[in-house]
C-alpha cells in the first residue's frame, strides 16, 4: 500500500488522480494521464516534475497523483479486499528481541517486538494475496508470515533465530508452540557462512567509515561482536544463548566507544579464528531439516483452512 508521506523515487511511473496545468502552455493533463517523476521536491509537502507520454511536464502535489503500480492494485480491487481483514489478528507468536532480549538494555532502550502472523487459507489462495511481513514502526513491531519466517530460518538469518531462542515471549499459540519445540531443525553448519560472512563483510565497511570520515557506529560493532560471539555458541553448543550477559561490560564498553578500535579488531579477528575452529568441530547438520519444516508448515496452512 502507497504512503504519501514518502518521496516517491525518480523515473516511477504515476498517474493522475487531478487536472494539472501543463508547464509553459495553456491547457491541462486530465485525469487518468500516465507519466514518470522527472522532478523530486525537496520533501514531502513540496511538488513534484511529472513528464508525461507526449512530451510535456507538469508540476504536481503528491495528493494529485498515485504510482502506476498502486492504482492499477486499487482499480483491480484487490487492495481494497485485503483492507477487510485486520491482518494482524492472526498473529500466532509474539516476542522481544533486541537489547532486552541480549541483555544488554538501559533506561533508553526500546522494546522491539517481532514474531510471526499465520492468516486464514481463503486470503492466502486469494488474487490479493498476504504481505510477507507486516510492520508497525511506531510501536517497533515486524511479523513475518509464517512461510516467509521458516524460509529465513533456514537460511540462518540470525534475526529470525533470534526469534526462536529469545527468552522473552509474549504471546504463542499451539501451532507457535509446536514450531518453538522443533526449532532445533534449523540450526546447521549454515550458520557460520551467514554470521561469519555478514560479519566479515560489516566491519570492512566499518573500516571504510573510518578511513572516509574519522567515526564509526559503535553500536554496529557491538553488535557484530555479539554475532560472533553468538554464532560460536550455535555450533559448540547446539543451542542460541540469546543473552550475552557474560560478555555485557566488553559489548557495553564499545558500544560507548570506550574500547580502542585496534582492540575491537582484534578481539574480531580472535572470534573469527575461534570461529573456525568451532565449524570445524561442531555436531551439527550440514543443512537444516527442510523436510521438517515443509511438512509443519503445510499441516499449519491446512489449519487455516475454515470450512464454509
Avoid at 256 to 275: I, P, Q, S, Y
Wanted: charged share 25%; with cysteine.
Amino acid at each position: 500500500m502507497s504512503n504519501i508521506n514518502l518521496i516517491v523515487p525518480f523515473g516511477t511511473q504515476v498517474v493522475l488522480l487531478n487536472d494539472v496545468k501543463v508547464l509553459h502552455e495553456n491547457r491541462f493533463q486530465p485525469t487518468g494521464a500516465v507519466g514518470a517523476i522527472s522532478g523530486l521536491p525537496i520533501d514531502a509537502s513540496h511538488a513534484y516534475k511529472i513528464k508525461f507520454l507526449d512530451g510535456s511536464e507538469a508540476m504536481a502535489s503528491r495528493k494529485d497523483f498515485s504510482i502506476k503500480k498502486h492504482f492499477q492494485n486499487e482499480q483491480s480491487g484487490l487492495i481494497s479486499q485485503l483492507e477487510n481483514y485486520e491482518l494482524y489478528d492472526f498473529v500466532i507468536y509474539r516476542c522481544v528481541v533486541g537489547s532486552r532480549a541480549f541483555g544488554l538494555d538501559d533506561a533508553n532502550s526500546d522494546t522491539d517486538l517481532r514474531g510471526i502472523y499465520l492468516p486464514p487459507a481463503e486470503i492466502h489462495w486469494s488474487m490479493f494475496g498476504v504481505p510477507e511481513q507486516l510492520e508497525n514502526k511506531e510501536t517497533e513491531e515486524c511479523y513475518w508470515e509464517l512461510g516467509k519466517f521458516l524460509i529465513l530460518a533456514l537460511k540462518a538469518n540470525p534475526n529470525i533465530l533470534e526469534c526462536l531462542y529469545t527468552p522473552l515471549v509474549e504471546y504463542k499459540n499451539e501451532i507457535a508452540e509446536e514450531l518453538l519445540s522443533m526449532r532445533s531443525i534449523f540450526l546447521s553448519k549454515l550458520v557460520y557462512q551467514t554470521y561469519n560472512g555478514y560479519v566479515m563483510s560489516q566491519f570492512k565497511k566499518l573500516e571504510q567509515d573510518l578511513r572516509a570520515s574519522g567515526a564509526i557506529k559503535w553500536k554496529h560493532a557491538m553488535h557484530l561482536i555479539r554475532l560472533l560471539l553468538q554464532g560460536i555458541g550455535i555450533l559448540r553448543e547446539s543451542d542460541l544463548i540469546v543473552r550475552v550477559e557474560a560478555n555485557r561490560l566488553t559489548l557495553l564498553s564499545i558500544k560507548r566507544g570506550e574500547t580502542d578500535w585496534r582492540e575491537v579488531n582484534e578481539l574480531r579477528l580472535n572470534l573469527h579464528k575461534e570461529f573456525e575452529r568451532a565449524f570445524a568441530e561442531t555436531s551439527l547438520p550440514e543443512r537444516p531439516n527442510y523436510e521438517k519444516a515443509n511438512e509443519f508448515l503445510i499441516k499449519a496452512r491446512k489449519s487455516m483452512v475454515y470450512n464454509a
